[in-house]
């Protein structure tokens, strides 16, 4: 069984703390921060695993390569502390069970991996995906698993997604494209923290289309707005990918707003905690972000995780803010409609 | 005796009556599982005076009628089972008044709910009312003859507690109306404060008279909606739940439903909450009270509010919701019917398990839908099974999963709705002997003859 390489050391002699200190949701000073994370470490009762919201953040703010959210999400699992009601719960696993109903395109040597988010069936179209597509797979056979961190379950994970990853093996592709930015965090940090080996090269789509715009420079015609950007949880897997955001809004001519939450002050689009918290949270987390957004004359929403997308398109639409994924954002650069439409 | 055809088109026209055994093989059957049995005359009627005419004529001559609206009640309640002359209602769909203020819409006995929603949507967009999930040719007289529910049923109970007069062609041809519109222009009341006379007619599938005109309550119509999906994993948690939203009368409509397939809906009991509104406000305020009114069944880890995609969104705000529609093909081969008892909310766990191990063990495609009646007074539990109709032991399988079920549901308290003749006769056998001399009377009084909708509600069960 593949089990979390953690090293206890690192915490031992931290000296920041960060994974908790800078936790948003839980008000921690470094002493305590880390006297709570050796309990954890050591399998006690630490009221971070009752309170922890699941935001993914810590995963990104400890900055000496340990996998203190994977941890968190061991411990509870271990102690049968449930996130999330046991109803959603059943609902997601079952809803990523491999089905043998998957999709593929024309599969070559690349190829995008739209995980298990059908958006990506209808956003990934025109010249930015001339390269590639139609070498793309789509469905549970070759979906992450990685939400199931939200609902502490890795065994879930363990158990799939060394299954996901031998399907892509059998399609004997190089490289994956990865068009959902969790997809990417599975693989190249995951995986690893699990000791699962990936036989292929995971590539950030954001990445792929700094890369290809870059290709169709010529063809930019600069958008001249002003954007707030929606950053997901999983990103905090994959921090190191984050600078493309910055990257590919200066390519297209947008300004990014400089908002507070943002990088690693980021908030939740708030759709999981309303699942696993109710009202209060989700509301107040939503709130917040949407009047920053507002307040730093956002015309744009730009999102990367289509969930997100769902979350909160109608909320920022009615706020006088266009929602939009960072793929039609780049479509309308280089002048091509966008796919999903802007409320 | 002259040709009953020929008769009948005197009065409607040779192009609206049929004896021919096309139209014969139609209206014999519906699509539920009742065998099928063919009427002898098929005619449309275009006026009340021509139903009066057909009446009388069938009055003379002892023939059977059958009243037919679209025919999707799904229990047999339109097949002839004696044969005669089906009055098929399509062609009498006038929208004949709307009073805006007093909020109630007058239409004729054929008028569909499609048509009426349509019609208030383009003409008075303020105005709605409680359409119920069936195909939009459902007729709204036919709906309330079997006392269906909609969209405001949890608010205003049964869509037949919404009538408000009513105009009925009595078996013996003569024409009565019910309500305040039988001593005022206006159609605003079908009962208090006179004697409810509405009661001798709403709930007799046709075998005391025949809906000509019918005035329904409308209903103020907010300008947003939006729905929230409550999920639990234990049935039995469901009353409370249901107990809880009602309670914040924030709710428009309430529906269960539980299905093994697709996956997403495996295992869990999906509480169906809509909401109106005619702000922002209006809507999120509502939705933070029914949040908050569940908070403990979060908090206890014992039911959520799962996220619900835009599309899907759509899907369960649609009127009529198509889901039941594509449900009912699921097996292919276009049959579906469910026993609807009416029950306690109380029941819904033990009727949620009874279902489940009805189809585990005739191996049926099931679901359990229900539809939450009056803020808690009660629900009507679908029984639902599809099966294929060129599948003969399938059928045989269904028909006997569905008996077990009203057999079941009668044991634990339920009233049937639109029973079958199966239910009814199960049901008149179990009533209080009073009420049952009771109905055996005023049917008497209406029809001696015994020509509306035979088999139904026939208190001498040998004559069913
Ligand atoms: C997929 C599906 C979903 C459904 N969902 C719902 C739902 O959400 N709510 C609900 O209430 N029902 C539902 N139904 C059941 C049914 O379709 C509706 O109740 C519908 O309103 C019945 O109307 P109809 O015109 O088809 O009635 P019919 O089946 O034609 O007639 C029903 C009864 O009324 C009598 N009748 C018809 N017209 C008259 C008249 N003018 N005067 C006197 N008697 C008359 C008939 O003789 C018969 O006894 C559903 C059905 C299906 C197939
Ligand atoms: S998890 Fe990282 S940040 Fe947290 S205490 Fe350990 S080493 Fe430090
Ligand atoms: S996942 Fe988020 S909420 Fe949980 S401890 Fe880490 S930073 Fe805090």
Redesign the pocket.
């Known amino acids: 069984m593949f089990t979390l390489k953690f090293d206890e050391n690192l915490c031992k002699t931290c000296p920041t703390c960060d994974c908790l200190v800078k936790c948003q949701y839980l008000d921690l000073e470094i002493d305590e921060a880390r006297k709570e994370m050796m309990k954890i470490i050591k399998g006690g009762d630490s009221f971070v695993l009752q309170d922890c919201v699941t935001c993914y953040g810590c995963e990104e703010y400890c900055k000496r390569g340990n996998h203190p959210f994977y941890l968190i999400t061991e411990r509870r699992e271990e102690k049968g502390i449930l996130t999330a009601p046991r109803a959603i719960t059943k609902q997601w696993i079952n809803i990523g069970e491999p089905r043998g109903k998957y999709k593929l395109g024309e599969i070559k040597e690349k190829i995008l991996s739209f995980g298990f988010m059908p958006e990506f069936l209808e956003l990934v179209q025109g010249r930015l995906f001339d390269d590639v597509m139609p070498s793309y797979v789509f469905g549970q056979e070759f979906f992450c698993n990685v939400v199931y961190i939200h609902f502490a379950n890795t065994s879930i994970i363990k158990e799939r997604l060394p299954l996901v990853i031998d399907n892509f093996r059998k399609l004997g592709v190089q490289e994956v494209v990865c068009l959902h930015d969790e997809c990417y965090g599975s693989f190249t940090s995951l995986a690893p923290a699990y000791g699962i080996e990936v036989p292929f090269k995971p590539i950030h789509y954001f990445e792929y289309l700094y890369n290809r715009l870059q290709e169709l420079g010529d063809e930019i015609r600069p958008l001249k707005s002003k954007v707030a950007y929606q950053r997901p949880c999983s990103s905090r897997l994959c921090p190191d990918t984050h600078h493309f955001v910055g990257d590919i809004m200066e390519l297209i001519g947008v300004d990014l707003v400089e908002r507070t939450y943002q990088g690693e002050n980021a908030l939740c689009c708030g759709s999981i905690f309303r699942m696993m918290y109710g009202y209060e949270l989700a509301n107040d987390v939503q709130k917040r972000n949407i009047d920053d957004m507002v307040g730093h004359g956002a015309e744009y929403c730009v999102f990367n995780c289509p969930a997100c997308l769902n979350a909160l398109a109608t909320k920022v639409a009615k706020r006088g803010i266009k929602p939009i994924h960072i793929i039609d954002l780049c479509r309308m650069a280089i002048g091509e409609k966008p796919e999903m439409e802007v409320v | 005796m002259k040709d009953v055809t020929l008769s009948l088109a005197e009065v409607v026209g040779e192009k609206y009556v049929s004896s021919q055994p096309e139209e014969a093989y139609f209206y014999a059957r ?2 539920g599982l009742m065998p099928a049995h063919k009427p002898d005359y098929v005619v449309l009627p275009k006026t009340v005076e021509e139903i009066q005419r057909i009446v009388r004529l069938a009055n003379k001559e002892k023939i059977p009628i ?9 229990s047999g ?2 097949i002839p089972l004696k044969g005669g002359i089906v009055i098929d ?1 399509k062609r009498m769909n006038k929208i004949i008044e709307v009073n805006e203020k007093a909020r109630y819409v007058i239409v004729e ?2 008028t569909s ?1 499609g048509l009426l929603k349509a019609y208030l949507e383009k003409r008075y967009p303020r105005l709605r009312h409680s359409i ?4 939009a040719t ?2 709204i ?3 309330v ?2 006392h ?3 969209r405001l049923s949890q608010q205003y109970g049964f ?1 037949s507690d919404m009538v408000a007069g009513l105009e009925i062609v009595l078996p013996s041809g003569d024409i009565c109306k019910i309500g305040s519109c039988s001593l005022s222009p206006e159609w605003f009341s079908k009962g208090a404060p006179l004697p409810d006379l509405s009661g001798l007619f709403l709930g007799w ?2 075998a005391t ?3 000509s005109k019918v005035a329904l309550k409308l209903y103020p119509k907010k300008r947003m909606r939006d729905v929230e999906i409550f999920v639990t994993d234990r049935e039995d948690l469901v009353p409370d739940i249901i107990y809880e939203l009602t309670h914040t009368e924030m709710v428009e409509d309430i529906n269960i439903f539980a299905q093994p397939l697709p996956m997403i809906f495996k295992d869990n009991h999906h509480i169906v909450i809509c909401v109106t509104g005619d702000t922002d406000e209006e809507l999120e305020f509502k939705k933070k009270m029914i949040f908050d009114a569940l908070d403990r069944f979060i908090k206890s880890k014992d039911g959520g509010f799962m996220s619900v995609a835009p599309a899907m969104k759509e899907t369960f705000l649609e009127m009529p919701q198509k889901s ?2 594509t449900f ?1 093909d699921v097996t292919k081969g276009g049959g ?1 019917e469910y026993s609807g008892p009416i029950i306690v909310v109380e029941r819904y766990p033990e009727c949620a398990r009874k279902l489940e191990e009805l189809a585990t063990r005739y191996a049926l495609k099931y679901n359990v839908t229900a ?1 939450v009646i009056g803020r808690g007074h009660s629900m009507m539990f679908a029984f639902s099974f599809t099966f294929n109709r060129a599948d003969r032991d399938m059928m045989d399988r269904t028909k006997e999963a569905l008996h077990e079920a009203s057999e079941y549901a009668l044991a634990s308290g339920g009233v049937f709705w ?1 029973p079958t003749i199966d239910e009814q006769r199960m049901a008149i056998e179990r009533m209080d002997p009073n009420t049952r001399n009771l109905i055996k009377m005023i049917k008497k009084d209406l029809d001696p003859n015994g020509i509306m ?1 035979p088999g ?1 509600w026939e208190v001498n069960v040998d004559e069913i």
């Open positions: 519906d699509p059958v009243p037919m609206g679209a025919g999707m009640s799904l309640l339109v209602m006995g054929g709910h119920p999930d069936s195909p459902a007729t007289a036919a709906n003859m079997i269906g529910q909609g869509n599938f046709g008279g025949i809906i039941a529609s009912a579906f539809r639109k909708n139904n």
